[in-house]
Structures are given as structure tokens and as C-alpha cells.
């Protein structure tokens, strides 16, 4: 029989009336009978997730202070929906514990973690279903990334036939000391369940319709995005697009296993289902993204393209001063190295220098303010026509091109352009291909 992984995130457990939803949710479907809750969100646009509270608390602890009023808001909210929702459960005495722990000294990924830990306490409750400590099952190597034993003893551990409900966004590391995954991990951990347990598929419950064709802070009326492939997904997040925590795809992605992304506030709506390969038809562009805060470098120098290891040598550059380079244009005489602004910081004068000395060009200039647009689609490939569209869309809006990458995948073509030109950019070609 199929069996389905429901994660809900934050703001799908942040109140009573949330966590009836999810319930209902549940109860609708036989098959969904695996649960990852994150830690309770936000209520409203002015209120705090307790994840943010219990890093808090950690600090508060770390510094000698009392936990005061920050602990309270934790208490109080786990406490209330323990009332609101009339469970007979008693949160109180695993409360104490958490307190005494992060009074006591525990780690900020302890802390952090007991969102997770107690929230899923409360499911479990809700849900009638069997509370599985992440610490048990999930284990987390040093560098925050999965030990893939992970799988086997989840399997092993879940091999009931009723409701489990897995916090998300923590287990167990090398010493058996809790760690968590990076912010956002509980949709990793809802991943490693859905493969652990041969899913047939993840339903990831969050509070939008799925991933829209576009920023909709740009373009309003920014379509659904109704199938995309992992790979798509991923071109798109690179540029900005954030709907999954990027490192979620991967645990699912070779065993085929879809991704819904479900709105717990609209269950009519059927989300987005990321799949491992689809039949684009007629659709040739399926999201655009895009962001600002590039720089990019262009090393000019005659006969570049006759010197041998005159690429490694510019990159050289980045690698010694630690900045990681986006892209690297190039072309007879010359070579671009696009770099974020977050990694660069203030040393582009550094690193002008640095390429002086290193590859002895003709030129070398600087220029900021570039962003960044992403458009992809797996019907691009082979499509004639495509750039020209794109192009032209921009064209015709009066947007100046500065440079132009087409990966190798032929499924994603990114342009820079000026950081002002952002939005103008991104809607012009949301228009040319949003049907
Ligand atoms: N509660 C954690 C966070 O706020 C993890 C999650 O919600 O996925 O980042």
C-alpha cells in the first residue's frame, strides 16, 4: 500500500486552529501516516517562532542571564495548545527538562532543537500516533549533512502499521549529542523519512500554493507553477526562489519519489509536485528568478585563449582570498568572473590588484551592481528560438544586457543586467512566456 510523508512547517503549526487543520489533514487520507512537524511559527507578521525564542534562551543562558519572559512565551505557547486543544497530555514535566538542560549549559542545537522535540510531542498527541525521538533515528555527520544510516533505522524503528510522528529538524551526531540541520532543515528531515519508508510521496504542507512561475512581489498575478523537475527546482532556488530548503531534493531524487507542496490553508488547491522528469509540451520556460548584489570582473588580455592555465590562474585569485566565483563567461580575449557581493565584501579593489599580478592582462575592470536572472525550463532544450525571445522581451523593454551564461544543461539561460533593472527585467519575461 502507498504510504505518504506529511511535513508541516511553522506556520502550518503555530496555532490551535493550524494544528486543526493539520488533523483534518491527516484524517483525510489513510495513507498519511507519516508526520514531521517543525516548531510552532509565526502567528501574525509581529510574533516570534520558538525556534527563534529557544536560540534566545540558549544565549540568554550562555551570558549567566535568567531566561525570564522569553522562557514563559515558550512555556505559554506549548501550553496552550496542550489547553486549546483539549489534549490530556502533560507537557509540563518535559518543559522542566528543556529549561534545565539550557539553564545547565546545553548547546544552541539542543536548544534550538526542543521546538521540534516538544511540538511533536503535542502531534503526537493530537494525532493519535507513536512520538519517534529524531535523536533515535536521525544521525547528523559534523558538517550538518546526513549520515545515510539514517535510513536503515528509521525503517527499522517504523515498522508498525499506525501514525509516526518525527520532529523535524534535528538529530542525533557522532557522540550522540544533538545536532540540527541548517535553518529550515525540517524540510530535510520530512525527505530522509519519505525515503527511509519507500514513500509514494512527500507532501511538504506550508503556507502557499506551491512555487510560482515568479516572484509575486514583482509580478502579482505570478502564476502556479503546477510540475517541475528537481533539476529545474534547483536552477531556479540557485537564483532566489525559496519554497524548500534546498538540501530537502536530495534524499528523494534518486529514488524518484515526488515532492507535493501542499497550502494547509487551501486544501483545494493541488500545489506544485516536483518530479524527477516531465513532459514539458508546449510550456518552454517554467520559472524565472532572479537577484541582485553581483559583481562581476573582466580580465581582458590578448592571446588569452593561447596561454595555458590562464583560467586557473584568475580563479586562483577568488580561491586564495576565499570567495567562491557564480560564473565565469568567457570569450576569445577575454574572461568574466561573476561573484556575489555577500562573499566579496569590501575587497574588489583586492582582488583587481591580485589579477594584475596574476595573469599580467591588458585590463582589468569592476563592475558592480549587477543582478542576476535566471530563466529555466527543461523545454528549452533543443527549442530554437528561445534566446531570441528572451532577448528580444528584454529589448523591447529597454533593458540592457551585460552578460549572458547558457549552462550546459541548455534547460536554464541567466543574463545580467543592471541591479535597477531587476524587476523590469524579470516581468518582461514573465510576459513573453507565462502561457
Ligand atoms: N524550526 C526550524 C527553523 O525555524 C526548522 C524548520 O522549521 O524547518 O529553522
Known sequence: MSIKVC????????DADQLRKVKAIVDADP??????PSAPGKRNADDTKVTDLLYLCHRLAMSGQPLGHVWETIEQRFQGLVTDLGLSIDMQPALDEVRAEIEGGAGAAYAASRGEALNGLVVAALLDAEYVD????????RNARLDDSSYELLAKRCTGSGRYVIPGFYGAGPEGEVLTFSRGGSDITGSIV??????????????VSGVLMTDPRIV??????????????????????????????????DPGIPINIRNTNDLDDPGTMIVTDRDPGDQVVVGIAGSSGFTEFMIEK?????????????????ERLGIPYEHTPSSIDTMAVVVSDRHLGKRAEQVVEDLYAAVKPDVVTCNPNLALI?????????RIGTAARLFSALSTSQVNIRMIDQGSSEQNIIVGVEGDDLAKAIRAIYDEFKS
Not at 495513507?31 to 514531521?36: G, P, S
Not at 590578448?302 to 577568488?318: K, S
Not at 535566471?374 to 533543443?382: D, E, F, R, W, Y
Open 374 to 382: 535566471a530563466t529555466v525550463g527543461k523545454g528549452m532544450n533543443h
Open 7 to 14: 511535513k508541516f512547517g511553522g506556520s502550518s503549526v503555530a
Open 31 to 36: 495513507t498519511r501516516r507519516f508526520v514531521v
Open 302 to 318: 590578448a592571446l588569452m585563449n593561447a596561454e595555458v592555465g590562464f583560467g586557473r590562474r584568475v580563479l586562483d585569485v577568488f
Open 194 to 207: 519519505a525515503r527511509a519508508i519507500g514513500a509514494s510521496v512527500y507532501e511538504n504542507w506550508t503556507d
Open 220 to 253: 502579482a498575478e505570478a502564476k502556479p507553477i503546477r510540475e517541475i523537475t528537481y533539476r529545474e527546482l534547483r536552477e531556479l532556488s540557485y537564483m532566489g526562489a525559496s519554497v524548500l530548503h534546498e538540501d530537502a531534493v536530495f534524499p528523494v531524487r
Open 134 to 141: 529524531a535523536a533515535e533515528v536521525i544521525r547528523i555527520a
